[in-house]
């Protein structure tokens, strides 16, 4: 990580929301709502108290992960638009601090969970952790163009751990929760990178569309979206899925497959003429596909509670 230059002056006191931005709130949301389908939808009920301090240590960890790679990233973070104004580059929370919290949160959040839980789910969480703030932050992201593919295991494992945290083993229906975002990941950041391109460039990080371009990164959301549909099937097949599971499954992967198909069929001409508006449709569905499959998820858990599968 190279230094980064403060843009708040040295009197400026950081406030309690920019501690919140460090632990990147967004994406810990994604993060406790799929831990929390995880935990409920395995066989092994928690007591309540106990589910509710696993979700939490899992959360705190999605924190400390956050709280690393903006430490480690803060010297790109500076000069790409839409990461300029998170804490660290921005100047309200100093590196070394952020470097702190983050260390402190990951070793909290990883004993008391395996306090609350298991050693298994805590062993999980600290290699997440680890997988996010080393592997992918301080590696892959920097290195190859497949950063987004290999480094989106991390965001993938919330699910596993919140099924482990409950049974303390991994099955299939677990590999099939890890397997649905792993396999959503690189279609989801490639359409983004699509219309953000030049952030990518002027940060130097090797993102699909600055080392391939951009009709390779077509051709790769295409391919990862077509492969993203049995994975989402096969899920709702398992005992956690159920009708509601397979319906929206069938629905969401239509639709999916329908908005890569229309990117892979654009080129950069078509494209700036309606300032990629395919592709950003395409990044806003995308944010709501997970959670509408995990929460289809819940909803066949809740008819199966009540006897009516």
Known sequence: MTEVSINASREYEPTFGDYVALLKPRVMSLVVFTALVGLLVAPVSLHPFEAFCAILFIA????????LNM????????????????????????????LA??????????????LATNLEAAALLAFTIFFYAVIYTMWLKRWTPQ?????????????????????????LEAVLMFALIFMWTPPHFWALALFMRSDYDDAGVPMLTVTHGRPATRRHILVYTVL???????????????????????????????GAVDIWRRD?????????????????????????????????????SAGWL
């Open 71 to 98: 430490w480690y990233d803060a010297d790109i973070d500076a000069v790409m638009r839409r990461t300029a104004k998170r804490p660290v580059p921005s100047g309200r929370v100093a590196p070394g601090e952020a």
């Open 101 to 114: 919290i983050g260390l402190g949160l990951s070793g909290i959040s990883v004993v008391m969970l395996g």
């Open 147 to 171: 950063n987004i593919v290999i480094g989106g295991a991390a965001g993938a494992f919330p699910p596993m751990v919140g099924w482990v945290a409950a049974t303390g083993s991994v099955s």
């Open 228 to 258: 993203l549909a049995p994975v989402a099937v096969g899920l709702a097949l398992t005992s956690v899925g159920g009708p509601v599971t397979l319906a929206l499954a069938v629905a969401l992967n239509a639709w999916f497959l329908k």
């Open 60 to 67: 705190i960890g999605a924190g400390a992960s956050g709280a």
């Open 268 to 304: 950069e001409v078509m494209a700036e003429a309606d300032n990629y508006a395919v592709e950003k449709k395409f990044f806003r569905f995308s944010l709501y596909y997970l959670f509408l499959h995990f929460g289809a998820l819940v909803f066949d858990l809740s008819l199966r």
